[in-house]
């Protein structure tokens, strides 16, 4: 049974830093796309940033030059950097791959 699970979210400043987590078990993560979205309240979710197999990179708009995905194959977890937050950052995070979903972790960015 595939399980995604997130962590590292919280309440921090506007300017300051986060990183996530997703620890993947029942699947090996290097061999699939996964990607974090997000989703702020009373908004849909929105895709924030991608990484393929081959390690391959694609990124929201909004969070290019601040964010960055990256994954640990040996520990089979991916990771979302997240600098110079903005209280427009505030939201649920995600993480997903094909059709699975973790729980969300909750980011607060105070201003």
């Known amino acids: 049974q595939v399980q995604l699970v997130e962590s590292g979210g919280g309440l921090v400043q506007a300017g300051g830093s986060l990183r996530l987590s997703c620890a993947a078990s029942g699947m090996i993560l290097s061999i699939n796309a996964m990607g974090w979205y997000r989703q702020a309240p009373g908004k849909q979710r929105e895709l924030v940033a991608t990484?393929?197999?081959?390690?391959?990179?694609n990124y929201a708009d909004s969070v290019k030059g601040r964010f960055t995905i990256s994954r640990d194959n040996a520990k089979n977890t991916v990771y979302l950097q997240m600098n110079s937050l903005k209280p427009e950052d505030t939201a649920v995070y995600y993480c997903?791959?094909?059709?699975?979903w973790g729980q969300g972790t909750q980011v607060t960015v105070s201003s």
């Open positions: 990484i393929r197999s081959g390690g391959s990179t």
């Open positions: 997903n791959s094909m059709k699975w």
